[in-house]
């Protein structure tokens, strides 16, 4: 055991016999008020095999590189100069290197960012206290489900404390003598803080293979008892529980706000998928209950259908069929398509308003109770890959430009030379890869087209409307999955290295120009089938001996119902489908991860034998790193689902059902997933959940129009666009007159040579009538 002390005092700018590269020199220019600490770094014996009072751990793996081991030298130097303190542990080749933040340290770095800390209770204390219509609404709530609250013997209520943005220079208003003031959240903030600042920063080591791994640690495992990790693995990770809330304030003490502000969004939005749910269920069973008495079904069920003959779905190889072959999907077709829709439709246009405002209140109440409410995003300290790039500009200038919120001189770069032209290449590939997503969906029409013509080379048992309305287009919605899947890989990387691109400077910027990207993409990638068989299928065939064709193969066209079955297919497929296998992703993925993760340690080492996980630092070790982009994917699989139930629910009315179904699920698994499989975050500070909450305030709006469109557009068009064109209407109608006109010449040229017969025969008679009557007279 070696213990590193400090004892010479030396600042980012001073002159020591660490070389300072240029992305240290631009960092200790934006923060060249960092003070370092002269003191002598003692470690309490006593923590040496406990993971007690450790804020950070640096692993790696001691392979006898000199470069490496030079750079780490200069790294855990730069360390000591901050004041934070070293110890040393090495289990064979692994070595760890645990850090403690003392409380100088965290005191002078609080200030630098800007933390709001807890002041002292200051006397005649009033928090004003009035009620609404929302408060007794929720206080009614509480008491109606009373069964649904956490045990306080537990999660005991948290004590609300005033905040306020930390100074030394009024020390006098915090009560730093609490021994709770400096929580472990606020530790591993301050801590991660200086690591990433510091030489080139912890990240760009960590990606040369200089450490193995960087991280705070857990404060115990599953399984030990009194920790906060098994109480939370316990009482939120459970299953079994899900009826109970979530506990947001133990959350936002162990994980950080942006985890508990997550979890808080999300167990929110379950709670409002129920009436949702109730809705949509009562909508499905009214369509249930009249599927078999319904205008539609009798008449293609009945003897009428029967007799009607419909013309081939294909030019050469498909045969006439009769509309009773339908009867089945109109039937089916009910469950969705019924009169109840249309105020289910509306509903759901007010539920998503609803949602989002009632979600405001709520991310205001919690911003407030957690210290956020001050913080500007736009004030955070520049990221670390953002000072590097500008530390080895070679291709433009950089400059210095006073931040107006801070008041600081910090790098900048310019908005037209360099901004604009990543910005507009960054959307160009965007828009390359948005016309790739159509292309795969225009290949799945185009699938769809040849195997309506396919499937009748089979004979007439497989050439069936029922069989081309249901399988066909689960096969093709199946294969469009695969697709959206396989795309929304590729992209997921490329967006990342379009976005450095752009040097954004802050984690915020950069966090939002990532996801606006990605998600425009995802958008289209997920939406774009559904909205060619909602609005463009069918539309554009043509008529009989004109057909509309492409590539010479016809346009696929609806059922005699219309299409609003293959699109609740459509939307069953890709929107359950997705959900399923995300579902199987989290729940195997972060352990054959694990796994992995493990044997790249044991490849780097040279004994045979394992690694006994004696310490937490150990055992932390083979758990799941966090990339950068943090809970991006959680939020952007819920975003899709929002899209799915708002945008096109009226297609589909049970999809709120499902959501909840699997939310309710999601919550617990992702408690678990985050407490058993992955090492303990780095908490983030955050508001509210971000640029998300815009993109779900977009889709709210848009869901309006495509709730009421998919009626309203099909009737439209219909009006707009008529079966038939006008020439051949007006050949119709003029077949049809030259048709009457022939019959009436015909008729009356039947009548008049029957009246002709009837006037000779009739004069026939007559004359020999009067032939008698003379011959009679004279007989007289």
């Known amino acids: 055991m070696e213990l590193m002390s400090n004892g010479n005092r030396s600042d980012y700018n001073a002159d020591d016999n660490v070389p300072l590269d240029m992305s240290q020199r631009i960092i200790s220019m934006e923060q060249d008020n960092y003070?370092?600490?002269?003191?002598?770094?003692?470690?309490?014996?006593?923590?040496?095999?406990?993971a007690e009072g450790v804020d950070f751990v640096l692993a790696y793996v001691d392979n006898g590189n000199s470069v490496q081991a030079q750079k780490r030298e200069a790294f855990e130097r730069s360390l000591l100069d901050q004041g934070l303190h070293l110890e040393y542990e090495q289990n064979r080749q692994l070595c760890f290197v645990k850090i403690y933040a003392s409380e100088e340290v965290l005191c002078r770095f609080c200030e630098i960012m800007k933390l709001r800390m807890p002041i002292k209770p200051l006397p005649d204390e009033n928090i004003v206290e009035e009620t609404d219509l929302f408060d007794d609404a929720k206080s009614w709530f509480i008491k109606l489900f009373s069964f649904a609250q956490l045990d306080p013997t537990k999660f005991p209520p948290t004590e609300y404390k005033l905040a306020a943005e930390y100074s030394r220079d009024k020390d006098y208003l915090f009560d730093t003598k609490d021994k709770?003031?400096?929580?472990t959240h606020i530790r591993v903030m301050v801590v991660d803080f200086i690591l990433e600042r510091q030489c080139e920063g912890i990240q760009r080591l960590l990606a040369a293979g200089v450490y193995s791994a960087a991280y705070p640690l857990h404060d115990g495992t599953i399984k030990q008892k009194g920790s906060t990790r098994a109480l939370l693995y316990e009482e939120w990770g459970d299953t079994k529980k899900w009826v109970k809330l979530q506990p947001l304030d133990t959350i936002r003490e162990y994980f950080g706000i942006n985890f508990a502000m997550y979890f808080a969004w999300l167990g929110f939005y379950t709670y409002m998928l129920i009436p949702a749910s109730i809705a949509g269920l009562l909508c499905f069973f009214y369509g249930l209950i009249g599927m078999n008495s319904n205008q539609l079904a009798e008449d293609a069920c009945g003897t009428w259908a029967k007799e009607t003959i419909m013309c081939p779905q294909c030019d050469k190889t498909c045969d006439f069929w009769r509309l009773s072959e339908t009867c089945l999907l109109t039937r089916v077709t009910y469950l969705f398509d019924n009169p109840a829709m249309v105020y289910f439709a509306a509903f759901m246009s007010v539920w998503a308003v609803f949602y989002l405002e009632l979600w405001k209140r709520r991310a205001a109440e919690l911003s407030y109770r957690w210290g956020v409410v001050g913080w500007d995003r736009t004030a955070d300290h520049s990221r670390p890959q953002y000072?590097?790039?500008?530390?080895?500009?070679?291709?433009?200038?950089?400059?210095?430009?006073l931040n107006p919120v801070t008041r600081e001189k910090e790098p900048h770069v310019s908005f037209w030379?360099?901004?604009?032209?990543?910005?507009?290449?960054?959307f160009s590939v965007v828009l390359l890869l948005t016309a790739l997503a159509l292309a795969a969906v225009f290949a799945v029409v185009l699938y769809r087209m040849a195997s309506i013509t396919s499937t009748s080379l089979f004979g007439r048992e497989v050439d069936s409307a029922s069989y081309k309305t249901f399988a066909i287009p689960a096969i093709a919605a199946g294969i469009n999955l695969v697709c959206i899947l396989v795309l929304n890989y590729i992209y997921d990387w490329l967006a990342v290295y379009l976005t450095e691109m752009e040097l954004l400077r802050t984690q915020a910027e950069f966090d939002d120009s990532l996801t606006l990207k990605v998600y425009l993409f995802q958008f289209i990638n997920y939406y774009a089938s559904i909205f060619y068989v909602a609005f463009l299928k069918g539309k554009f065939v043509g008529y009989p001996k004109k057909y509309n064709k492409i590539l010479g193969f016809r346009q696929e066209e609806c059922a005699p119902g219309?299409?609003?079955?293959?699109?609740?297919i459509q939307l069953v497929i890709i929107m359950v489908g997705k959900q399923a296998v995300y579902t199987v992703m989290e729940m195997f993925l972060p352990i054959l991860y694990k796994y992995w993760a493990l044997f790249r340690i044991h490849t780097g080492l040279k004994q045979k034998d394992p690694i006994v996980p004696r310490s937490q630092w150990i055992r932390d070790l083979k758990l799941l790193d966090w990339s950068a982009r943090g809970l991006y994917d959680e939020y952007l699989e819920m975003v899709i689902q929002f899209g799915f139930i708002t945008l096109f629910v009226v297609a589909f009315p049970l999809a709120p059902f499902f959501a909840l179904a699997n939310n309710i699920f999601e919550m617990r698994l992702d408690a678990t997933k985050f407490l058993r499989h992955y090492r303990r975050p780095v908490p983030r500070r955050a508001r509210d959940i971000g640029i998300w909450g815009r993109i779900l305030d977009a889709l709210a709006r848009i869901s309006v129009t495509t709730n009421n469109a998919v009626g309203l557009f099909t009737m439209a068009v219909q009006w707009c666009l008529s079966d038939k064109p006008r020439k051949l209407r007006d050949q119709i109608?003029?077949?049809?007159?030259?048709t009457e006109e022939l019959i009436i010449k015909s008729e009356a040229e039947r009548a008049k040579s029957k009246l002709t017969d009837d006037q000779l025969l009739s004069t026939g008679s007559l004359r020999k009538r009067n032939t008698h009557s003379s011959e009679f007279s004279e007989d007289l």
């Open 387 to 401: 000072l590097h790039a500008l530390a080895n500009a070679k291709l433009f200038k950089v400059k210095q430009k």
């Open 562 to 568: 219309g299409c609003l079955m293959e699109l609740s």
């Open 35 to 50: 003070p370092s600490q002269t003191e002598t770094n003692v470690v309490n014996e006593s923590q040496n095999n406990s």
């Open 180 to 183: 709770n003031f400096f929580p």
């Open 417 to 426: 030379k360099v901004r604009v032209p990543a910005t507009f290449f960054s």
């Open 733 to 738: 109608k003029r077949e049809t007159f030259l």
